[in-house]
Structure formats: C-alpha cells, structure tokens
C-alpha cells in the first residue's frame, strides 16, 4: 500500500511504518479462522472412511446441496435428485446477491460426474465444515466468500449459492484451475516448454500440442517464469526477442506466446537432445545467477515419441542432483516410443502422460501440479498464502488423486480490497493525501483515478459479482 501526501507528518509515518509488517498483524484473526477450517477438513479425514462410497457405486448414499440443481423441479413437482429446496435470501452484505448464510453448497464443472465416488467421499467428509463456515461469520462479520477447493474438483462455497449454466448449459468453473487454488498448491516456478515441430506432428498431433501449450500456459502466474522453444531440424525460441531468458509470465507475455503457439507450423525432422541441452542451459544460468522463481524449475516436454532415451543429456545437464524436473507429454495414439518418453520423465523427477484427443488435454496437464507440490506435502508445510487480487472468470480442468502425499485441497477466503482501503482513512492523510494499491509485480490494484475499461457484458457481471478480491488461503494435505 502506498500514500500520497503532499504534507509530511508523524501521523503519515505512523500509518505507513504500521502496514509495514506481515499481514497477520493487519487481520490477526483471519488466519485463525481459516486455521479452524482446516483443523476441522483434517480432524474429518482421519475419522472418515476413505470408502465410505464404494468405487461403482451408481447411486448416492446421501444426498448434498448441488448449486446447479437446488430448488429445482421436475415435471411432477418433484424435487430433482440433489436438488433439495434451498432457502436463498438477498444479502447486502455479498453485493446483494441472494445466499444461505446457514449452509454452502457444492458446484461441479461440467466435465465432472456428481456421483463419482471420490467426489461424494469428499463431499460427504466436508459436510461438517457447515457450522464452522457459520461460526467464522459470526464471530468476524467482515468476513465474506469462505471456500474449499478439492483436488477431486468439487467446490463448497459459503454462503450458498445458485449456480447458473452458460447459454449452452455448461458450467466451466473448476477451482483447480483458478489462480488461487495453483498459487496456494505450489511454489514458483521457471518452466521452459519445450515442443517438437517435427514433420510428423502435422494435423491434429499438431492443434493438441497448440493446446496443450496454451493451457500449460494458463496454469502460470506473475510469480512464475517461463519461455517456449521450439524444434524440427533446428532449435529456436518462439519469440527471437526472448532468446536465452526466462521472462514472467505475466498476462500479456502469456498471451504474447499463445499468439506465437498458433503460428506454428509442424515440418523437418526432429533434435530433441539439442532442444534439452538448451532449456537445461537456460534454466542452470538463472538458478546460479539467483533469478527467476528461485524455486521449482522445470522442462515441458511435447513430442509424439522420442527414438531414445537421451541419458547422455541428463548425465551431463541434470544428474545426479536431478534440479531440474521433466514432464513428457506425448501427443497421439501411437504408443512405439511410449517408453522413452516416459523414461526420460521418471528418471528426472516428473511425471509422464499421453493427450490422446483435445478432450485429454486439461485433464493431463494439471497433473504436474501434484507433482511439484509434493515436496510441501511431505515437509506439512500449512502456508498462509495472500495471492494478487481477481476478478473471477472461468475455465476448465480435471484432476487426478495421487496415492501418495495427497493433496486435500485448499480452503481460502476473500478480502475485499476496500478493506485494506479503510486501513488507510483518508481523515489520516489530509485533503490532499489518498492511498492506492499495487502489487509487489508492479500492478496497481486500486487508485483514486483508475477507471478499468469494461465493454463485455459478461465481464461486467463478473465483475459486479466478485468485485476485486484477494483471496487469503490456506493449503493443507493429507
């Protein structure tokens, strides 16, 4: 937070050296109550049975609150399945949208089935944070969205709500795939994509591989750092101008690269090792020059086989510290060098998948997340995170559990920015004085003058919805 006065004073100084120190101090008791959710999420996972709903099962043994389908009848005037008549009233308090501050509810993406057993398992295991949910609002009024983000994607929202479908009947919204829920589940992260545009990969291996790069893209936040190479007979960097760095991957240069990404037309013949030699090299020189994320590095790789396993490349550039991990993506159906690919991914600490189809492809690329927060699973590293301010939007994604180091989720809240605002009053700061907001990345949040240029309807909505958040998280395993 910033001040602009044009008087000095010691009330001035006061103020600001007072918003100087870790934000627990601002809101000592928001932590605690996000605290209390997930010692409540925890306390629940060990009492409850892992298969209290048994895999097959074809039909809930419970019925819970979907945010799609609640107060909804059918033909006889019957309450649909999961369905039940949810009282929902105007509140003031959340934009004047109409909520049940007694209950949340669970909303689902279309792409998941609202009677798989995982996702019932976890929604019946998180029933019980209802009156935790209830009790944090009465206890800090201020408080408004309380949230929980499962890694089986299933998303509980207090108050609850009534969910609207798009105009095609689709709900896109996944919480795995919002900037809160990928900021809180792992560190971040230097990536270099590195994608073959080899002569075989033309057609429909070609427009997956487009895709999985925008949507790999997509996972990237301002605090992550990224660059795309591509090969064929050569190596070279999508963007001429980037050659040899890592730059942030903030939204214009993410959307800089997917521009770039469709330009790529698919000829030659493959040199994979020189395309790893050189995102190894790039990402050794910003790790000993103390750049970049200075946490999680790693290669994408995007091919449809590779005819070796490299292992010279890897001995030299990354074994044995292995600092770099690997993933390997591998486009089509064909499965001849499936082993190599996936070799060349255990051997370096990542992870390998197969996009056979479009429809794979958010599926598979979330997988690396649980990857890179494994390391955090296995230290209980229960972090409070506070992530940039949002304007909600949405998406689509699908994950898979883990045996292992499971990540639960993340439960979060959000802190309107007009409250932090009220931490500066302006009868502190004179006539002339006010306050603005900007990011440690250097965007500005909030400003007396700043005036967003909004001409989607939609977005105008969203933005009467969510306002400007910060969402205040907490990640938490099991």
Known sequence: MTFNRKESGKDVLLLTSGLGGPSRHLWPSKPKLLES????????????????????????????????????????DNYVELGKEFVLEANEHFNNLFVNTTLSNIQLPTNVYNKDPDILNGVYMSEALNPVFVDNFQRDPTLTWQYFGSSTGFFRLYP?????????????????????????????????????????????RMTIAKHTISTLLDTLGENDFVNIIAYNDY??????CFKGILVQADRDNREHFKQLVEELQAKGVGTVNKALIEAFKILKEFREAGQGGLCNQAIMLITDGAVEDYEPVFEKYNWPE????????????????????????????????????????????????????????????????????????????????????????????DVPLRELLKLAPRYKLGVHGYAFLNTNNGYILSHPDLRPLVSNLTYTIC?????????????FWW
């Open 37 to 76: 959710i997930r010692g409540a999420i925890c306390c629940l996972k060990r009492k409850c049975s892992p298969n209290k709903i048994a895999p097959g099962a074809t039909a809930p043994l419970f019925e819970y609150y979907n945010s799609v389908r609640i107060n909804e009848k059918d033909e006889n």
């Open 160 to 204: 609850g709500i009534k969910w609207i479908p798009d105009e095609n009947g689709v709900i896109s919204f996944d919480c795995r795939n919002r900037g809160w829920y990928i900021q809180a589940a792992t560190s971040p992260k230097d990536i270099v994509i590195v994608v073959d545009i080899s002569g075989s990969m033309k057609g429909l």
């Open 235 to 240: 190596v070279h960097y999508i963007e001429p």
């Open 322 to 413: 292995k600092k770099v991990r690997l993933f390997t993506y591998l486009i089509g159906r064909e499965v001849t060098f499936a082993e190599n690919v996936k070799w060349i991914a255990c051997s370096n600490k990542g992870y390998y998948t197969q996009i056979s189809t479009l429809a794979d492809v958010q599926e598979n690329v979330m997988e690396y997340l649980h990857v890179l927060s494994r390391p955090m699973v296995i230290n209980h590293d229960h972090d409070i995170i506070w992530t940039e301010a949002y304007m909600d939007s949405c998406s689509v994604s699908s994950c898979k559990r883990e045996k292992l180091c499971i990540l639960l989720g993340v439960v979060g809240s």
């Open 463 to 475: 933005i009467n919805w969510y306002r400007d958040f910060i969402a205040i998280i907490f990640i």
